[in-house]
């Protein structure tokens, strides 16, 4: 059976400003910011860019950048390296809605004292007496029930059981939080993760019969024909 295929760059973007070869290039960069643009037309050739003129990929670079599309271009950082190697998720709700709003009220106020006192934007909360830690990522509010969701980095396990199980709720009484230790993770940053996966596949899987299966209940379920590309 000839195999379907499925040109993910065309369906990717809907701003009809960018192109297939736009959004090439942004899936290159996104991996690779630091690419020099001999390098990146290297790169885009290679997924099927079709590229001749030596300046191809700094003109499409120069166009996501203008468009707003990529602001800019950071340090991929291992936290572990810096001594930050557990990862945590903390859910808190509330059946009083009141609450919810004292965290976010709570959280803009500690951010600008704490940009006041330090002058820096990093929150870094210390949570014991021996150099224990937790690092703010991602402070989120919304839904119908209001929640906040606050994922972070901590110099250990019991830093982030800490952090989310005393810390949080002495300062704001009433909240339950749920917590999550993040020990495996199949998608980081939009990408998948070949290596942990290979590696994660002989635990959860009894052989490659089971795995097929799974595969195969994927396959049955999944809206592939929105998958290719038609003109509008």
């Not at 059976?1 to 297939?20: A, H, V």
């Not at 670079?61 to 800019?72: I, M, P, S």
């Not at 803009?108 to 870094?124: D, H, P, Q, W």
């Not at 949570?127 to 402070?139: S, Y």
Request: proline share 4%; glycine share 6%; net charge neutral.
């Amino acid at each position: 059976m000839e195999k379907e295929e499925y040109d993910i760059p065309r369906i990717l973007s809907n701003n009809k400003e960018l192109t297939e070869k736009d959004i090439l290039t942004l899936l290159v960069l996104m991996k690779q910011g630091r690419i020099t643009n001999p390098q990146l037309l290297e790169e885009l050739n290679l997924k099927g860019a079709n590229l001749s003129d030596p300046n191809s990929a700094a003109h499409y670079r120069k166009k996501l950048e203008k468009l707003g599309v990529v602001e800019g271009y950071h340090a991929k950082i291992n936290w572990t390296k810096v001594g930050y190697p557990t990862e945590f998720i903390a859910v808190a709700t509330s059946n009083k809605n009141d609450i919810l709003l004292d965290i976010e009220r709570g959280h803009i106020a500690a951010v600008k004292e704490y940009r006041k006192e330090t002058g820096s934007s990093m929150l870094v909360i210390p949570v014991g007496d021996n150099g224990e830690k937790v690092i703010l990522k991602d402070v989120i509010f919304g839904g119908e029930k209001p929640i906040a969701v606050i994922t972070g980095i901590a110099t250990d396990d019991w830093a982030a059981t800490a952090y989310a199980n005393f810390y949080l709720p002495k300062r704001y009484p009433g909240i339950d939080v749920l917590m999550l230790l993040v020990k495996r993770s199949g998608i980081r940053e939009f990408e998948f993760q070949d290596k942990f996966l290979e590696s994660i596949i002989p635990v959860l899987f009894k052989g490659k019969e089971e795995l097929e299966e799974c595969m195969a209940m994927f396959k049955k379920g999944f809206r592939w024909d929105l998958l290719k590309h038609t003109e509008k």
